[in-house]
């Protein structure tokens, strides 16, 4: 597939591609002409030379000189154009792709290893596609003429025996690319792993500072420091042999042709022109022999990107919508039905034997201890992650099929770390409204308690976050999540995932009787919450531990149970009591 992305672009430009190959062809074959022309030259002193005919060679070589440069120019121009659309292409399907994979890939796969994809290994095909080819073409057409040229016009076994220690360069590439094509890549997972801890380091740089871990992280920083050095060393090692081993046959092949050749021209069997002709020629021919080295090292090193690319791009999203969607249904209960669900690569399940109904309209409130699967629960029923089949119904219809889009907009989903784009403070709350609508977005920011705080900033709505230093608190963040989930109007279900539980008091109640009044609409709502406060609208309340659900009922019923959720409510009322 990797090489099909190749090849389908160079299909598509194949007009274009032709012409870069013909521009550049006719240039090399011109460019040969040079020396000749030289040999000539210089050849005519003997024969007697004139101003006229000066002018002449003159003239000759500058009308040759501007067709090299104007065709050689418009083939590379070409195919540095073409590789730069093939660049921004690549980089855009990867990103579409990567939107159309589930969480569970990011899980799996660090952004910093995703990034360096698409800062590494796409400048890496674009530039086999640029400098590969370009190089390629000079090569092929300028040895190839210069090869005619000397054979046809200078002489057969000077040329043979001149290209012998010449002929070894390819050997030289063979034995050392491999070596460095694997260095390289050694370096770039070195750097990759860098570029890990930096994110890591630098989105926890709050965590790392208040718990006084500067030194321990800058060691791990040294460390891994040093490793890019040694690897990068190691590298510049084996790029050096390369690059002296070439210049060093060349030079052989310069003393062979000195001596064979001025042995040939004392004997007059060549003229002092062409043997001035063909020390330009064999000049002219390292430089195709070395671009050979060059483009086996990018082809190498591309291929191997490509490879990668091609694993990223072969990645399917393992949620997807039914060919026939179902329509979900104005109002209907959510119900679940004997959902247990195991995470990949995980010893024991996240949730076990769910079975419950939530009416529509209802309030259901959702307790349990860490890790007990409040999240996993609202995570299926959005289909971020998908539940077994006839596990999950919103009336009659499996909310399996249904599209995932008209699923999300049936639910608005308040995550409990509200995450903020660097957009402006209203557009971030209106996502992913395009246009967002002043009006409502500052009438969600007002039922979701935070539209003071909005107009306190230097540029109300229209604050970019992140700059000037703007941060939020967690209780701001999510404030701003609740108003971006009342943006959207037309969901009959609101899930709050532990999304109160950076607010204060105060601006609980505000919410909730915000919350109250959606209820009051016609619409349903599931709060999860470890603060039973949060929990007090809920008509019914379900405790999950490890889970199961272990408690339902009501406030008052599960108070009379006497069990996890009555002591979490002592423990939680003499907390509060004793700090009024
Ligand atoms: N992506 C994942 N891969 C594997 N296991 C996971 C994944 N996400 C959660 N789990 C596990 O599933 C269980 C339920 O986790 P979940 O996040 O649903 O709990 P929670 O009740 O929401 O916890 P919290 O209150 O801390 O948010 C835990 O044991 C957790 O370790």
Redesign the pocket.
Known sequence: MGHRLVRDFFREHLRQYLLAIASIGIAKVIQVQIPFIIGEFIDQFHQGITPILIEHYALKLAVISALYVGLFGVGQFTIGKLARIFEGNLRQRLFQHWETLEL?YF?QHTVGDLLSHVLNDVPAIRQALAGGINQSLQAIFLFAATLVMTIKDINLGLTLVSLIPLLLIPVVVVKLGPKIRHQSRVVQESLSRMSDLTEESLQSIRLIKSTGNEVIERRRFTTKVDTIYDNSMQLVRLNTTFQALIPLLSGISFAITLMYGGYLTLHHDISIGAFVAFTVYLSMMVRPLMQFGNVINIFQNSSASLLRIQVLLEAEPQIKDPLMPRVLPQKGAITFRDLSFC????D?C?LQHIRLRIPPGSILGIV??????????ARLLLREIDPPPGTIFIGDTDIRDVSRESLRDYIAYVP?DGFLFSLSIGQNIAFPLPEPDLQKIQQAASEANILAAIQAMPEGFSTIVGEHGLTLSGGQRQRIAIARALMKTQSQVIIL??SLSAVDSVTESVILDTLKKLHDQGRTLII?S?RLSALRLADHIMV?DD?EIIEYGTHAQLLAQHGFYARLYAIQSQGSEQHA
Request: proline share 0%; charged share 25%.
């Open positions: 569970e899980s995470y990949d690569h995980s024991h996240a349990g201890r860490t890790g007990a699967g409040k999240t996993t629960l409990q995932d532990d999860t470890h999950l889970g």
